[in-house]
């Protein structure tokens, strides 16, 4: 199985200020047909998940241009170039090169 | 608008089964690949299984095979999972999800329900 490992745990950011999130892989997520299939979701405080970010740097529908991803292989991470409010909530990143699936820990992003 | 309509949820007794569903709406059902997620109080998420579209391949974690078993029936755009034996470490929402494979997809999950609780507990 691919485990998934997030860092920092807890993350306490000063609104307007930058937030970044960091996502190791314990194997390449780059699949046979060349695309790495990493995503990553944002879970509001009693809300279901939401996607933001498909194959490493590709915003889903709706999502604001604050939220960028990068990375290659086994390294990725999210950043978020202007925190706000609303951003409050716990992020993961998740991975879909092979069954099983699996989600990193989570980060939880709160503000200062 | 897409929407996912989890239900079945609930308290049970360890030992016992319960059958959850998803109703679809939104999407083209019978063409997506469906998956439920979970998601323990207080924890992160774990992908419990998936089913293709036309429902002729399934996917577990070796940790859950044997006790959940997954299900679709694409004439009503519904989803099933139907868990058995049990115990106190299933208590957690459970969630359907649609996980976007092939065609224009990246293999994501971009369409989720609100959740349905289950709680295993005497």
């Known amino acids: 199985d691919i485990v998934m490992t997030q860092t920092p745990l807890s993350s306490p950011v000063t609104l307007g200020q930058p937030a970044s999130i960091s996502c190791r892989s314990s194997?390449?997520?780059?699949?046979?047909?060349?695309?790495?299939?990493l995503s990553w979701l944002q879970q509001r405080p009693g809300q279901p998940p939401r996607l933001l970010i498909y194959?490493?740097?590709n915003r889903f529908s709706g999502v604001p241009d604050r939220f960028n991803g990068s990375g290659a292989g086994t390294e990725f991470t999210l950043k978020i170039s202007r925190v706000e409010a609303e951003d409050v909530g716990v992020y993961y990143c998740?991975?879909?090169?092979?069954?099983?699936?699996?989600f990193g820990g989570g980060t939880k992003l709160e503000i200062k | 608008e897409v929407q996912l309509l989890e239900s079945g949820g609930g308290l049970v007794q360890p030992g016992g089964s319960l059958r959850l569903s998803c109703a679809a709406s939104?999407?083209?059902?019978?063409?997506?690949?469906m998956s439920w997620v979970r998601q323990a109080p207080g924890k992160g998420l774990e992908w419990v299984s998936s089913?293709?579209?036309?429902?002729?391949?399934?996917y577990y974690p070796d940790s859950l095979k044997g006790r959940f078993t997954i299900s679709r029936d694409n004439s009503k755009n519904a989803l099933y999972l139907q868990i058995n034996s049990l115990r106190a470490e299933d208590t957690a929402v459970y969630y359907c999800?649609?996980?976007?494979?092939?065609?224009?997809?990246?293999?994501?999950?971009?369409?989720w329900g609100q959740g349905t609780l289950v709680t295993v507990s005497s």
């Open positions: 194997q390449s997520l780059v699949h046979s047909d060349g695309n790495t299939y």
């Open positions: 194959k490493i740097s």
């Open positions: 998740m991975q879909g090169r092979q069954f099983p699936l699996t």
């Open positions: 939104g999407i083209t059902f019978s063409t997506s690949e």
């Open positions: 999800a649609r996980y976007c494979v092939g065609g224009s997809c990246s293999r994501y999950f971009d369409y």
């Open positions: 089913i293709t579209g036309s429902g002729g391949s399934t």
